[in-house]
Nanobody, 127 residues
């Protein structure tokens, strides 16, 4: 049974930075695709950034391009979301999602494509 745990969220001022972590345990496979989603109150869960096994090419939604970066430490089975130049619109619960498959790009954006999810972590950006 794979377990996914996020850490590092919290409150930050507008323009500030925050890094959240996603640690996976309990599985023997190498994740095919790892992504971060977020969900603000009253809104649908949306894709933020993702990375696929191998080349490490990353993909991000337009609203965070140039500000958010996903990276990984394979030895630690941990992925990171570095968030810079945060603004109040980034306030949401952030979720780490893992798929055992190497997803095609269009599938990466769908929550249904992922097998394992963390419990979510709150990120609040004060104005």
């Amino acid at each position: 049974q794979v377990q996914v745990e996020e850490s590092g969220g919290g409150l930050v001022e507008t323009g500030g930075s925050l890094r959240v972590s996603c640690a996976a345990s309990g599985g023997t496979f190498t994740p095919g695709t790892v992504a971060w989603f977020r969900q603000a109150p009253g809104q649908a869960r949306e894709f933020v950034v993702g990375i696929r096994r191998g080349t490490g090419t990353t993909y991000s939604t337009d609203s965070v391009k140039g500000r958010f970066t996903i990276s990984r430490d394979n030895a630690k089975k941990t992925h990171y979301l570095q968030m810079n130049t945060l603004n109040p619109e980034d306030t949401a619960v952030y979720y780490c999602a893992i798929s055992s498959k190497y997803l095609i790009v269009s599938a990466m954006y769908s929550p249904d494509a992922y097998d394992y999810w963390g419990q979510g972590i709150q990120v609040t950006v004060g104005s």
